[in-house]
């Protein structure tokens, strides 16, 4: 039980960038202080206080205020240490970074295909419960045309929505390379804040400003949270 519990706080440890970074700092500095910490990380207090308390096991406070790796947090080290090792040399994450971009795309264009068949249906209910009225104006000829409409429509998202995910997937990748190249992102949200500001840019000069801002979003997110 004790050994799960030390794996269970290990892989918790580990499977976050800030507490690894934290872990690597005490390790590498002998008992630093709170205020070393802070600047190394260049995190604000609370999420550091965060981390720090998450990191409960692994390190610990000295009583004058020093913080130190206990023997778990230790092991901890060292297995990060022999991950380094042996990842050393070229290793290809592509394919990854491509299926992890290709089912974000997937989840979003599924989430606007199931608003906008919502949106249909109520359209579709609403016009209903127009020519149902005794008063109306709607002919069943206007009726019939408009559930053809609404009907071309949905089979036109579903085919647009099964065969989009592979050309955004291409535009992404595209976009990336031309527009970040290799180079890490300076702060986190760049790549979201550019595409999501050019989508716009670019909706707004086809008078499609709100349409712009969505496929910007999606787009620059898709980069953003799978690059």
């Given at each position: 039980?004790?050994?799960?519990?030390?794996?269970?706080?290990?892989?918790?440890?580990?499977?976050?960038?800030?507490?690894?970074?934290?872990?690597?700092i005490i390790n590498n500095t002998e008992d630093i202080r709170y205020s070393a910490i802070l600047g190394e990380t260049q995190i604000t207090t609370s999420k550091l206080n965060y981390q720090l308390n998450e990191l409960q096991g692994l390190i610990e406070k000295t009583p004058e205020g020093e913080y130190r790796l206990t023997e778990l947090g230790q092991r901890a080290i060292n297995i990060l240490q022999n991950i380094d090792e042996n990842l050393k040399g070229d290793?290809?994450?592509?394919?990854?970074?491509?299926?992890?971009?290709?089912?974000?795309?997937?989840?979003?264009?599924?989430?606007?295909?199931?608003?906008?068949?919502?949106?249909?249906?109520?359209?579709?209910?609403?016009?209903?419960?127009?020519?149902?009225?005794?008063?109306?104006?709607?002919?069943?000829?206007?009726?019939?045309?408009s559930y053809a409409l609404f009907g071309i429509t949905i089979i036109g998202l579903n085919q647009a929505r099964k065969n989009s995910p592979r050309?955004?997937?291409?535009?992404?990748?595209?976009?990336?390379?031309k527009l970040f190249g290799n180079g890490e992102s300076r702060?986190?949200?760049?790549?979201?804040?550019?595409?999501?500001?050019?989508?716009?840019?670019?909706?707004?000069?086809?008078?499609?400003?709100?349409?712009?801002?969505?496929?910007?979003?999606?787009?620059?997110?898709?980069?953003?949270?799978?690059?």
């Open positions: 039980m004790e050994q799960r519990n030390a794996q269970d706080a290990i892989i918790r440890a580990i499977n976050h960038p800030e507490r690894r970074q934290i872990l690597h290793i290809e994450l592509t394919p990854i970074m491509h299926n992890t971009r290709h089912n974000y795309i997937t989840k979003q264009l599924n989430t606007i295909f199931y608003i906008a068949i919502t949106s249909i249906f109520i359209g579709a209910s609403v016009l209903t419960y127009f020519y149902l009225k005794p008063s109306t104006d709607i002919t069943t000829s206007i009726l019939l045309v050309y955004l997937h291409s535009l992404v990748d595209w976009l990336d390379w702060f986190t949200g760049r790549k979201m804040f550019i595409l999501t500001t050019l989508g716009f840019l670019v909706g707004a000069l086809l008078s499609k400003a709100g349409l712009g801002l969505i496929i910007g979003l999606i787009l620059g997110a898709a980069m953003e949270y799978t690059g």
